[in-house]
């Protein structure tokens, strides 16, 4: 199985600041990887597929970016609504793996 | 407007099967995978399995073959998953997701069956 590593496991940040989560792979899945975001309660959301791609209707200020077995995901200027746990999935094969998550508190 | 609705939440004793359902609407259901993902409590995401529903395709995970079925009827746009005897550590969300194959991310998700299994 492709394992999915995700840092870190809980990141505190304020509205407008800068927030990079990173996801590595344990081997190359070169762009076959998506971004969720959670919210309690909540089904997780689809943010960027492909690495790079953003989800219709998904606001600007989230991007991704990687390939290989490194992969970014940024939010440019941290808002309340961002406030959640967020999974990177690999779907390289149909064996598909999650990140552990990284919860994004406030500070 | 594509939708997977989930039933219920359901309270099981240790032993005991359990069938739960997905009902896809607003798009092909023979054309989409249907995959299931678990959540215990607190923690993350664990894929479990897909099936494709024009052919019932099936693929399991490795870490939940032998420990679930996935199945799907198309004439009902309905997918299931089923236990045969459920454990206290199968207490979890479980949730349904679309995908359309190949190499595509998941695209819909239910709003999620909540399984407690207690004695």
């Known amino acids: 199985d492709i394992q999915m590593t995700q840092s870190p496991s809980t990141l505190s940040a304020s509205v407008g600041d800068r927030v990079t989560i990173t996801c590595r792979a344990s081997?190359?899945?070169?762009?076959?990887l998506a971004w969720y975001q959670q919210k309690p309660g909540k089904a997780p959301k689809l943010l960027i597929y492909?690495?790079?791609s953003l989800e219709s209707g998904v606001p600007s200020r989230f991007s991704g970016s990687g390939s290989g077995t490194e992969f970014t995901l940024t939010i440019s200027s941290l808002q309340p609504d961002d406030f959640a746990t967020y999974y990177c999935?690999?779907?390289?094969?149909?064996?598909?793996?999650f990140g552990q998550g990284t919860k994004v508190e406030i500070k | 407007e594509v939708q997977l609705v989930q039933s219920g939440a359901e309270v099981k004793k240790p032993g005991e099967s359990l069938k739960i359902s997905c009902k896809g609407s607003?798009?092909?259901?023979?054309?989409?995978?249907i995959g299931w993902v678990r959540q215990m409590p607190g923690k993350g995401l664990e894929w479990m399995g897909i099936?494709?529903?024009?052919?019932?395709?099936?693929r399991y995970s490795p870490s939940f073959q032998g420990q679930v079925t996935i199945s799907a009827d198309k004439s009902i746009s309905t997918a299931y998953l089923q236990w045969s005897s459920l454990k206290a550590s199968d207490t979890a969300m479980y949730y349904c997701?679309?995908?359309?194959?190949?190499?595509?991310?998941?695209?819909?998700w239910g709003q999620g069956t909540l399984v407690t299994v207690s004695s």
């Open positions: 997701v679309r995908n359309a194959g190949g190499n595509s991310p998941i695209d819909y």
């Open positions: 607003g798009y092909s259901f023979t054309s989409y995978w």
């Open positions: 099936i494709y529903p024009g052919d019932s395709d099936t």
């Open positions: 081997q190359s899945i070169s762009s076959w």
């Open positions: 492909k690495a790079s």
């Open positions: 999935q690999q779907y390289n094969s149909y064996l598909w793996t």
